[in-house]
Structure formats: C-alpha cells, structure tokens
C-alpha cells in the first residue's frame, strides 16, 4: 500500500503564486509515477502533470508553462509551483500515485483563486 498526503492549499489572489507537495510513504518502490490531477465544483477531474522515476515530466498541454512538476531527491515527494494564478484555477488538486501493481490518490488539497 500507498499513502499520500498532498499540502500547501489555500486561498490566494489571482495573478498569485502556490506551490503545492505531496508526500508518498509505504510501497514506494512499485510505482513509477508520480502526478497532479485537479477537479473543479461540478467538473471532470483533469490531468495536470506527472513525473517518472527517470525524472522525466510531462504536462498537460493546458497547463504547461504555468504550471511546474518537480521532485525532491528522495523521490517520494514531489511539488506543482503553481504561477499567474487565475479564477478559473480554484479547484482539489490531487496527488495520484501510479504502481505497477496499483493506483493510488491521496485526500487532495484544496486551491481557492479570489480576491
């Protein structure tokens, strides 16, 4: 088993910027993929980003440019710098984990873009 824990949500204006973490604790060696999803009131959860154990990134076309994935060394922890903050950004970001076996999703963290 897998456990994530995303944090670093909140309130912030637009224009704004938020860097959200997640950490993965347990099974860590099967998976192969860490990522970032989001889900707005009443919207289809959305694909942001995700990073491999190789260290490679790939991103949404939507949100590339903007948005950034990133990983501490340990690889078990990674981040989404979240920049030019607008409306339409408030949502639960989500923290998937992919396993060779398995999926797993954390709680979320919630972002709110007002002002």
């Known amino acids: 088993q897998v456990q994530l824990v995303e944090s670093g949500g909140g309130l912030v204006q637009p224009g704004g910027s938020l860097r959200l973490s997640c950490s993965a604790s347990?099974?860590?060696?099967?998976?192969?993929?860490l990522g970032w999803y989001r889900q707005a009131l009443g919207k289809q959860r959305e694909w942001i980003a995700q990073?491999?154990?190789?260290?490679?990134?790939e991103y949404s076309d939507s949100y590339k440019g903007r948005f950034t994935i990133s990983r501490d060394k340990s690889r078990t922890t990674i981040h989404l710098q979240m920049n030019n903050l607008k409306s339409e950004d408030t949502a639960i970001y989500y923290c998937?984990?992919?396993?060779?076996?398995?999926?797993?999703w954390g709680q979320g963290t919630q972002i709110a873009v007002s002002s």
């Open positions: 998937p984990a992919q396993g060779f076996e398995s999926n797993y």
């Open positions: 347990g099974n860590c060696l099967r998976l192969y993929a």
């Open positions: 990073i491999r154990n190789s260290g490679h990134a």
